[in-house]
Nanobody, 119 residues
Framework: QVQLVESGGGLVQVGGSLRLSCAAS????????MGWFRQAPGKEREFVAA????????NYANSVKGRFTISRDTAKNTVYLQLNSLKSEDTGVYYC????????????WGQGTQVTVSS
């Protein structure tokens, strides 16, 4: 089992940037494929980005391609999501999760961090 703690959310203006962090702990946490999901008010949670355990492969939702970048630091057991050129529709709670790569679904989840993009 892996434990996940997100941080880095906050309030930012349209066009701004944020970097989210997800600290993972657990005996085999560095082997997990990891990802980010988000849930906007009144909407279902959706996939945002994922990265393989090795960091060699990444995958992004079309809505964030070219604006968001997922990365990981294996030595620190931390996964990052760099959010650039933020839009108001990026507002929501962002969750870190271990990912089943074939389906891009989450397995173990963090508690979430709020991102609010104001216009």
């Amino acid at each position: 089992q892996v434990q996940l703690v997100e941080s880095g959310g906050g309030l930012v203006q349209v066009g701004g940037s944020l970097r989210l962090s997800c600290a993972a702990s657990g005996r085999t946490s560095s082997r997990y494929n990891m990802g980010w999901f988000r849930q906007a008010p009144g909407k279902e949670r959706e996939f945002v980005a994922a990265i393989t355990g090795s960091g060699a492969l990444t995958n992004y939702a079309n809505s964030v391609k070219g604006r968001f970048t997922i990365s990981r630091d294996t030595a620190k057991n931390t996964v990052y999501l760099q959010l650039n050129s933020l839009k108001s529709e990026d507002t929501g709670v962002y969750y870190c999760a271990s990912v089943v790569w074939g389906t891009m679904t989450g397995d173990y989840w963090g508690q979430g961090t709020q991102v609010t993009v104001s216009s």
